[in-house]
């Protein structure tokens, strides 16, 4: 087989198919960054994708009602913000963690109903700038439509997988309403909840076909989707069946149409989703928390005929000392890979206390396995 490029490569994997060796990448906090930058391990300006040699890169549709996105009060310690979704969170400075949200917009059908038409494609939903994962879409300004175009023609001229960061039906609409009263709507009123995640999908449709339209066309859809705790998923797979699948297999049929691939994550143990998931047709599941109970080994043996596999490197697996981590990081990545269908990923995000040598070492270990 001869070399591939990065495009060729993912896809293979996700696709199931052979490839010349394993894609690599990996997500990070902020502060993980910042304390190898700050101790000379890493050059500031330099993305993490280009300074590890990941493999892909992450452009964004921001789904939200179009709120002017900023800073409402600033404090020692935290920022009060709103974000394009229209939710109020309070943000502690320099630390990567979800805010304490203080309020959402929709409230009520009537709120709903007052906002819903707002959700259509503009080119300004597309954005190629970085992604903080606790502040849905927080644009920075970018320029002009041309600029933004040029710059994607280099990703695509890059050879890189190119996905596009999506929340799915439920988390969009989690972000626009809460949580609790979210989870409190799925049994009181299944009616509304499903016009809401049609809506989203609805607009994802037609955001991408938009993007199609100006020439913006990607190899994947990130769709985030944290829909489970460590102990399990928040409501029932029947539940999920029957008011989420329906919206996910519609937009799968859509992106399967057009050459996309779809790489699902979620948080915490999913595992008595993922038929679910399978019958929607997502192609790949990420990030498979360790401490969840996720052991990619497992998914392996269960669903790997259907499915592709990112992730399952833990935080604790890579602190283990030489022997013992490079046995379970070679008895995981060759279970999973085998036949096709994994790629690497730690299983949530790189943390501080994780020292920069002891990660090369990670890289060094899974690269070192022959897939």
């Known amino acids: 087989m001869g070399v591939m490029t990065n495009r060729e490569r993912m896809r293979a994997a996700i696709g199931r198919r052979p490839i010349d060796r394993l894609p690599i990448n990996d997500s990070f906090w902020d502060e993980t960054l910042t304390a190898w930058q700050d101790a000379g391990h890493m050059p500031r300006g330099v993305s993490a994708r280009d300074f590890f040699d990941f493999e892909w890169q992450l452009v964004h549709f921001d789904a939200g009602f179009g709120f002017e996105a900023g800073d409402i009060e600033t404090h020692a310690t935290h920022v009060v913000r709103r974000d394009a979704y229209g939710a109020i969170g309070r943000f502690q400075k320099g630390r990567s963690a979800p805010a304490e949200m ?127 705790l460590k102990t399990g998923p928040m409501f029932s797979p029947r539940l999920h069946c029957e008011l989420c ?93 085998r036949g096709g269908g994994y790629l690497y990923h730690s299983d949530h995000s790189v943390a501080p206390d994780i020292p920069f040598a002891q990660y090369v070492k990670v890289l060094d270990m899974v690269r070192s396995v022959v897939v």
Not at 283 to 304: F, N, S, T, W
């Open 102 to 228: 203080l309020e959402y917009p929709v409230k009520t059908r009537a709120d709903w109903d007052q906002l819903k038409d707002r959700l259509h494609w503009t080119p300004e939903r597309f954005g190629l700038h970085g992604f903080y994962a606790f502040t849905p879409y927080w644009r920075p300004p970018e320029t002009d439509w041309q600029t933004k175009a040029s710059a994607y023609a280099g990703l695509r001229d890059s050879q890189d997988y190119i996905a596009l960061y999506v929340y799915d039906a439920f988390e969009a609409t989690w972000r626009r309403m809460g949580h609790e009263r979210a989870l409190v709507a799925l049994l009181e009123d299944p009616a509304w909840m499903r016009e809401m995640f049609e809506a989203q999908i609805d607009l994802l449709i037609e955001g991408y076909q938009g993007m199609i339209d100006l020439g913006i066309v990607v190899d994947g859809f990130f769709m985030a989707s944290d829909l489970a």
């Open 245 to 337: 699948c329906p919206a996910l297999s519609r937009l799968v049929r859509f992106l399967h149409a057009n050459d996309v691939q779809i790489i699902f994550h979620c948080d915490g143990d999913f595992r008595p989703l993922i038929g679910n998931l399978i019958e929607a047709g997502v192609d790949c599941i990420q990030p498979l928390e360790v401490h969840a109970g996720m052991d990619v080994r497992e998914l392996k043996r269960d669903y790997g005929e259907h499915l592709a596999f990112m992730g399952n490197i833990g935080h604790d697996e890579m602190l283990l000392p030489d022997a013992e981590m490079q046995a379970l990081i070679t008895d995981k990545v060759t279970s999973a890979a």
